[in-house]
């Protein structure tokens, strides 16, 4: 199904982006999303972006919106998450743009939390706050010191860089999202899972341009059951993962030294 141009202009667009994510989609989550939005009062749309996923994702999600109104799925060649919500971005058509994990570990409906926030602030971010349900030792050890981290050089006033559920108004994203590392440095070839802090970058940006952030507290539980976007065990991803994260994130500080942001 694609979205028709013709069709009533929707006030919120929902992007989920996808890969690998079969065992979730098993699980009903795509049925999850649209109980919830066709019970609202308001005009939406959701853009599945399919990342490139090697198992049966795509097949699943094809076969879910062909008889879902207001669902839409787009296949990319696998670029990671950033390369699949900017697909989403340029089909969106909503006055309003929501990022969210197709695993649901922040359910749709915490979306009621943002909305009310939306009209006074173009950025309103989802914050799991500290205690994270479902995250090994591992990644709660982690996660507490990246925060630390990053806090030292950036966004010191955000808990929650990373959940993966965020409103913002579209013309932010029409004006910001293309501005980031991840495509100035496009070009290298990705092969398979990789977590990105494209997130940070993306809110600093929004700081830098004046609008204003909103944090809210939502709802969070590991809900993932993936057993396909990574390898090698989840101590040698989750290591693999840190590293290059602390890497953007020094990537950005040292973009904000040598003034790619001033003109903003």
């Given at each position: 199904m694609t979205t028709d141009a013709n069709a009533?202009?929707?006030?919120?667009?929902v992007i989920i982006p996808c890969y690998n994510e079969q065992k979730n989609l098993e699980h009903g989550v795509l049925a999850e999303v649209s109980t919830y939005l066709a019970s609202?009062?308001?005009l939406w749309e959701v853009i599945v972006v399919d990342d490139g996923s090697t198992d049966d994702s795509l097949a699943l999600v094809k076969s879910f919106v062909a008889d879902e109104p207001g669902f839409a799925v787009q296949a990319i060649?696998?670029?990671?998450?950033p390369a699949a919500i900017a697909e989403g971005i340029r089909r969106a058509r909503g006055e309003l743009v929501l990022f969210a994990d197709m695993d649901q570990s922040t359910p749709i409906q915490e979306l009621d939390k943002l909305l009310p926030w939306s009209s006074e602030f173009p950025v309103v971010i989802g914050s799991r706050g500290a205690e994270r349900e479902g995250f090994t030792a591992l990644r709660q050890a982690g996660s507490t010191v990246f925060r630390m981290l990053r806090a030292t050089f950036l966004l010191r006033d955000v808990r929650d860089t990373q959940c993966?559920?965020?409103?913002f108004r579209r013309e932010?994203?029409?004006r910001l999202f293309g501005r980031l590392q991840f495509f100035r440095a496009a070009g290298a070839q990705v092969k398979g899972w990789k977590v990105t802090a494209y997130d940070v970058e993306l809110l600093h940006l929004c700081r830098r341009a004046g609008y204003g952030i909103k944090e809210v507290t939502v709802a969070w539980r590991n809900r993932d059951l993936s057993d396909t976007k990574g390898q090698n065990g989840e101590a040698h991803r989750y290591l693999r993962e840190s590293v290059d994260m602390v890497k953007q994130v020094l990537r950005v500080t040292l973009n904000q030294l040598r003034g790619y942001y001033d003109d903003l």
């Open positions: 009533a202009v929707p006030w919120l667009s609202r009062p308001y060649p696998h670029g990671t998450k993966g559920f965020k409103l932010v994203l029409a």
